[in-house]
């Protein structure tokens, strides 16, 4: 049965070329890289070599690249250590984050007693940069962490980086961005926009599950998050994932290299299906900042009530479609969106997420239209050219 896959903003197919980049360390490279002998050696050189290659790709010194298990403890560890380390007692957020920055938050609020800030967001989702100075401004005197995701993983609206870094030097409070679905798909430049914590994983952009990274601005130290060996020089214990690490940085270098061919191409086959959409479809609408500035690797369609809403993506998923509503953190379980409750989203209407890489095709855009025809009422072809 033919599949096509557009749950990319989820997880990315790990790409052809990372997988044999990490195959000759998987079969001859085995030494432990804390040893001193010559297996050892070898395996340490791997490692430091895919660190130069993360900090190349992103600005950064390589002192500054620590290798985590992925997004989701490079975030846990720049607001928790934030808040242990550097006296953080105030952070500046908003209710759109990811589950792990939200769930970060809230437990150095419950456990820390940290004072926190929501910001508003609008109905594409965009923080409200005049209310961000404002609790700036109120912050005077309180250690702060601002901490805000580059771009949303459901509606795909991205924030100003440059303008946040800016007001956050402006008035000296710490700056941690959640750059996991951006990573590889923008450029990112920690010289040109200075932060204190940025993370990344792999497997958002082509490479293998279960790694990432965290950039740490020398500016901003902290204690080791993972307690254990002198690892990622005495920062996180435990012997690092040398396959891992070694597909990460292939697969940066990749997404780097060929960033321009793949976000036209990824465009092209977004807008081809927004427009596919709206001609099959009626009533339907496009969450997020689609027209400004936005993640192009992510649409999200919402659909009006019907009764067939509540298995849409069952659905799909029987008819050979992947997509999802939105987070895929929560075991499959499909749940209210705080996403879309946050951007004042109809309860009623229907929301899936469709992401995409450079691997989709529009015969794949084409499929996935007329599987969603045979699921829910389509325009009829004489109101379409009416329509016209």
Same mark, same amino acid.
């Given at each position: 049965?033919?599949?096509?896959?557009?749950?990319?903003?989820?997880?990315?197919?790990?790409?052809?070329?990372?997988?044999?980049?990490?195959?000759?360390?998987?079969?001859?490279?085995?030494?432990?890289?804390?040893?001193?002998?010559?297996?050892g050696r070898s395996v340490r050189a791997v490692v430091e070599s895919a660190r130069k290659t993360v900090a190349q790709c992103i600005g950064a010194s390589t002192s500054e690249i620590f290798f985590t298990s992925g997004g989701t403890e490079s975030n846990n560890m720049a607001i928790k250590?934030?808040?242990?380390?550097?006296?953080?007692?105030?952070?500046?957020? *908003?209710?759109?984050?990811?589950?792990?920055?939200?769930?970060?938050?809230?437990?150095?609020?419950?456990?820390?007693?940290?004072?926190?800030?929501?910001?508003?967001?609008?109905?594409?989702?965009?923080?409200?940069?005049?209310?961000?100075?404002?609790?700036?401004?109120?912050?005077?005197?309180?250690?702060?962490?601002?901490?805000?995701?580059?771009?949303?993983?459901?509606?795909?609206?991205?924030?100003?980086?440059?303008?946040?870094?800016?007001?956050?030097?402006?008035?000296?409070?710490?700056?941690?961005?959640?750059?996991?679905?951006?990573?590889?798909?923008?450029?990112?430049?920690?010289?040109?926009?200075?932060?204190?914590?940025?993370? %990344?994983?792999?497997?958002?952009?082509?490479?293998?599950?279960?790694?990432?990274?965290?950039?740490?601005?020398?500016?901003?130290?902290?204690?080791?998050?993972?307690?254990?060996?002198?690892?990622?020089?005495?920062?996180?214990?435990?012997?690092?994932?040398?396959?891992?690490?070694? %597909?990460?940085?292939?697969?940066?270098?990749?997404?780097?290299?060929?960033?321009?061919?793949?976000?036209?191409?990824?465009?092209?086959?977004?807008?081809?299906?927004?427009?596919?959409?709206?001609?099959?479809?009626?009533?339907?609408?496009?969450?997020?900042?689609?027209?400004?500035?936005?993640?192009?690797?992510?649409?999200?369609?919402?659909?009006?009530?019907?009764?067939?809403?509540?298995?849409?993506?069952?659905?799909?998923?029987?008819?050979?479609?992947?997509?999802?509503?939105?987070?895929?953190?929560? *075991?499959?379980?499909?749940?209210?969106?705080?996403?879309?409750?946050?951007?004042?989203?109809?309860?009623?209407?229907? *929301?899936?997420?469709?992401?995409? *890489?450079?691997?989709?095709?529009?015969?794949?855009?084409?499929?996935?239209?007329?599987?969603?025809?045979?699921?829910?009422?389509?325009?009829?072809?004489?109101?379409?050219?009416?329509?016209?």
């Amino acid at each position: 049965m033919l599949r096509v896959y557009f749950d990319n903003a989820a997880t990315t197919p790990i790409s052809e070329a990372v997988i044999d980049t990490m195959l000759p360390v998987l079969r001859s490279q085995f030494g432990n890289p804390s040893s001193i002998h010559a297996e050892g050696r070898s395996v340490r050189a791997v490692v430091e070599s895919a660190r130069k290659t993360v900090a190349q790709c992103i600005g950064a010194s390589t002192s500054e690249i620590f290798f985590t298990s992925g997004g989701t403890e490079s975030n846990n560890m720049a607001i928790k250590c934030a808040v242990r380390d550097l006296g953080v007692r105030r952070i500046i957020s *908003s209710p759109t984050e990811h589950h792990c920055g939200l769930h970060a938050i809230e437990c150095v609020e419950h456990v820390n007693g940290v004072e926190v800030v929501w910001l508003p967001v609008d109905r594409l989702g965009r923080v409200d940069l005049h209310e961000l100075e404002k609790a700036l401004v109120d912050s005077a005197g309180v250690k702060t962490l601002v901490s805000l995701m580059h771009a949303n993983n459901e509606i795909g609206t991205m924030l100003d980086l440059g303008a946040v870094s800016e007001l956050c030097r402006r008035y000296g409070v710490l700056f941690h961005t959640d750059s996991v679905q951006t990573i590889g798909h923008f450029p990112v430049n920690v010289q040109e926009t200075p932060v204190n914590f940025l993370s %990344g994983a792999a497997h958002k952009f082509h490479g293998p599950k279960g790694v990432g990274f965290i950039y740490i601005n020398p500016a901003s130290p902290i204690k080791p998050f993972i307690d254990g060996g002198a690892q990622e020089r005495n920062m996180r214990g435990g012997t690092e994932n040398v396959y891992g690490i070694v %597909g990460l940085a292939k697969a940066l270098e990749l997404a780097t290299a060929e960033m321009e061919a793949r976000s036209a191409h990824i465009m092209d086959i977004r807008n081809y299906m927004r427009e596919q959409l709206s001609a099959t479809f009626d009533d339907i609408e496009f969450l997020g900042d689609l027209d400004g500035h936005c993640l192009y690797t992510v649409l999200n369609v919402s659909f009006p009530p019907s009764p067939k809403n509540e298995l849409l993506l069952l659905s799909l998923d029987i008819a050979g479609v992947s997509a999802s509503g939105g987070s895929a953190c929560s *075991s499959g379980a499909e749940k209210g969106s705080h996403v879309l409750e946050a951007i004042g989203a109809d309860p009623s209407r229907k *929301s899936i997420r469709l992401s995409f *890489s450079h691997y989709n095709t529009k015969a794949e855009v084409d499929f996935a239209v007329e599987k969603l025809k045979t699921i829910l009422p389509a325009r009829s072809m004489a109101e379409g050219v009416a329509a016209k």
